[in-house]
């Protein structure tokens, strides 16, 4: 009861196949490739980098006297 044989796999993978379609499953399977990939080269970027840089649009806190908040609201002028 603990493991399925081969036949099992086989046959849920025919029900899968049914159900989704192989053209379904095929893009699924590129698009999980290139998420891990993606997650990989971020991972690998992310501890090359000694400070994270912010964001853009986002605006840092110019504010030198008070460190402890910081303006969600502030817009950035041109």
Known sequence: MGSFSIWHWLIV???????????????????????????KDGIKDGSAADAPAAAPGQ?????????????VEAKQKS
Do not use: E, M
């Not at 993978?13 to 095929?26: C, D, E, Q, R, S």
């Not at 605006?59 to 303006?71: E, F, G, L, S, Y």
């Open 13 to 39: 993978l025919a029900i899968v196949v049914l159900v989704f379609g192989t053209k379904k499953l095929k893009n699924i399977g590129s698009d999980l490739g290139g998420a891990v990939k993606g997650f």
């Open 59 to 71: 605006v840092a806190n110019q504010n030198t006297a008070d460190k402890t908040t910081i303006d």
